[in-house]
């Protein structure tokens, strides 16, 4: 009660009066979500506004195998330890798995979602400040998982039961209040329903094709009342960007290459740093020593390669340009398309003014769901 006073009319004195003031409002607790898109190639995430994502590769470390510190991605849970992206590739020692191969998105699931946790570790640093010494620190935590490739829930609750790790020299612990399974591509499926929208069309049917790291998915949704429901997804595995440097690194050899040979990473730079001019001329420029080789017409030839001897990337493409023809639009999403010289060729390929490039296409498969 709060004391406030008003004047008496009778003998001019004051005396206080209570007055009863409303009680303040609990605060709401928000529930973090980390919406995690597990491909072959890499892991994304999405957490507190935050974006980032690693190689999804994985090294296990025995008890017996001293663990490092001061790397990005290093935890362990249990007496193992464990070491995700970039840190798994530079250590030595233990066992290397790597997320495509032995159905290793599913078997380790724990570590692709601890390891996105401890690759962002200002998410647990602000945890740990407000910890007692010594406490477990417990975390409630939505999650939602894209890109699984799979359904059988029960394999992937098992991964939840096991979400209890060490991060610098801390205990923590997850419980899963609430998770979903989207399928591949579905946060780009949200982006296209609001491109849509802003289009002022109503569009019922449309399409999003998914150049991933590994993989080529082409996924129907139909925009029901507003919300986006997949059906009959048509995936090309082996066909995604690390094919398409592939093909670039085949054409890179042929001819009179004045004796080089190209690393393998090095092609990936100059995949992903290429460019096609207004007039078309593809460019992709790579150093060798102290000089520079374009092997823009390389590319444009590998590309052609990659489209027309894959089997499965073929025909997929060609069922697309039907698509279009019956004025389906088609987004285009993944990392591949954050390419500028894949993004001009498939564009090109397609030929439809109803194919749309989705803003961020790296990474709106995740931000999308926001």
């Given at each position: 009660m709060k004391l406030d006073t008003i004047q008496n009319t009778t003998n001019g004195n004051t005396a206080p009066t209570a007055t009863a003031t409303a009680p303040k409002k609990p605060k709401t607790v928000t529930v973090p979500e980390l919406i995690l898109d597990g491909g072959s190639s890499r892991t994304k995430y999405y957490l507190e506004k935050i974006t980032g994502s690693y190689q999804s590769v994985c090294r296990k470390f025995t008890k017996a195998q001293e663990l490092p510190t001061g790397y990005l991605g290093v935890f362990k849970i249990g007496e193992n330890g464990y070491a995700v992206g970039d840190s798994a590739l530079s250590l030595s020692g233990g066992d290397l798995e790597e997320g495509y191969a032995n159905d290793n998105k599913i078997k380790l699931l724990n570590a692709w979602i601890i390891g996105a946790l401890c690759v962002h570790p200002t998410f647990l640093f602000k945890r740990i400040k407000k910890a007692k010494k010594d406490e477990t620190i417990k975390i409630d935590l939505k999650i939602a998982l894209l890109s699984l490739s799979s359904h059988r829930k029960k394999e992937i609750e098992k991964a939840f039961t096991n979400l209890r790790f060490e991060f610098d020299e801390h205990l923590f612990e997850i419980n899963v209040v609430s998770y979903n399974l989207y399928p591949e591509g579905y946060g780009a499926a949200c982006a296209a329903k609001k491109h849509i929208k802003e289009l002022g069309t109503k569009d019922v049917r449309f399409h999003v094709l998914d150049l991933g790291g590994g993989t080529l998915t082409h996924?129907?949704?139909?925009?029901?009342?507003?919300?986006?429901?997949?059906?009959?997804?048509?995936?090309?595995?082996?066909?995604?960007?690390?094919?398409i440097t592939e093909f670039f690194a085949k054409e890179a050899s042929k001819g009179d290459t004045g004796g080089n040979i190209y690393h393998f990473s090095r092609l990936k730079d100059a995949l992903e740093s290429s460019t096609v001019s207004e007039s078309g001329e593809y460019s992709a420029e790579i150093v060798l020593g102290d000089t520079e080789r374009d092997l823009g017409d390389r590319l444009k030839s590998g590309l052609e390669a990659w489209s027309r001897e894959i089997i499965g990337v073929r025909e997929l493409l060609r069922d697309v340009k039907q698509i279009l023809r019956k004025g389906e639009r088609v987004y285009l999403t993944g990392g591949g398309f954050k390419v500028a010289a894949v993004q001009a060729f498939i564009t090109s390929y397609l030929g439809s003014e109803l194919v749309t490039t989705l803003p961020d296409p790296d990474t709106v498969n995740i931000t999308g769901l926001d």
């Open positions: 996924t129907p949704y139909s925009n029901q009342n507003g919300v986006p429901r997949a059906s009959n997804q048509n995936s090309v595995s082996g066909a995604g960007v690390i094919s």
